[in-house]
């Protein structure tokens, strides 16, 4: 039961060349960047990512982009980042971008069992009814588009068919976990991890802290150990290197002055 590898290189040694990852976080929130780092130092390649972003550049899973290890992203935006945005226009990555709720339960769906459901988001656009462009030529022209979806109506209104995503690996970071592979997160440091960690068939955790089994509250665990095949621990200072997306301060108002 003591899922614990004490070292992300190892935790990831057999994640092969086209093989697809689920990776969690939003933005540069809650990423794994211990067992992206370890990935990218793999030599890893012609990588199938679904996540809701591509990190940023530099950051994240824009260090994997931008060495060209990454062949497909399934994702909601392309966000901060230049490089993908260059990538994408460019045709060295194909791009399936999709509502950020319809990513969201796609991965639960998958990671429960389900093969497919209906949803009223995207409905009467290219969502559904196909077109948008999935790769680029060098020049810029489309040369692969989105595909026309099902379409049924349920109560009178029309909902189009979704399919759920399950992944050969799935990289999600913690702020706790124990060795038996049981999850928590901290705040918006959730976002898309359960989801991610419940779509991979191999699912890795990095974790901030580790405790024994039995330590967690099991009404507070996010994610079952069940979901979860191996734990990583952070060093203190790996827990600690938490990148920000976008960094904004205020000016302070200046006083006036009184007579």
Same mark, same amino acid.
């Given at each position: 039961m003591d899922k614990t590898i004490i070292h992300a290189d190892l935790a990831?040694?057999?994640i092969r060349d086209g093989a697809t990852l689920a990776v969690g976080g939003f933005g540069l929130c809650g990423i794994p960047s211990a067992l992206i780092s370890a990935l990218h130092r793999c030599g890893t390649t012609r990588l199938g990512v679904v996540s809701n972003n591509c990190g940023t550049d530099g950051h994240g899973l824009g260090v994997l982009l931008a060495a060209g290890r990454i062949a497909r992203i399934t994702g909601s935006y392309v966000?901060?980042?230049k490089e993908?945005?260059?990538?994408y226009l460019t045709g060295e990555v194909e791009v399936e971008l999709v509502p950020q709720g319809t990513l969201a339960e796609r991965l639960r769906a998958g990671g429960c069992g389900i093969p497919a459901f209906y949803t009223p988001a995207g409905v009467g656009t290219q969502v559904a009814e196909g077109g948008i462009p999935w790769r680029h030529d060098a020049?810029?022209?489309?040369?692969v588009t989105s595909p026309r979806k099902e379409v049924r109506a349920f109560d009178g209104l029309d909902h189009v068919l979704e399919h759920?995503?399950?992944?050969d690996f799935a990289l999600v970071r913690a702020a706790r976990g124990d060795r038996h592979?049981? *999850?928590?997160?901290?705040?918006?440091?959730?976002?898309?991890?359960? *989801?991610a960690a419940m779509a991979g068939r191999i699912t890795i955790a990095e974790v901030e802290e580790l405790v024994e089994p039995g330590e967690l509250d099991p009404d507070e665990i996010h994610v079952p150990g069940v979901f979860v095949q191996r734990v990583v621990p952070l060093t203190s200072r790996q827990a600690a290197d938490k990148q920000i997306e976008r960094r904004t301060v205020s000016v302070p108002a200046t006083r006036g002055t009184v007579d």
């Open positions: 990831v040694a057999d966000g901060e980042n993908f945005a260059r990538q020049s810029g022209g489309v040369v759920g995503i399950t992944t592979g049981n *999850l928590v997160f901290d705040r918006s440091a959730r976002n898309f991890n359960p *989801l």
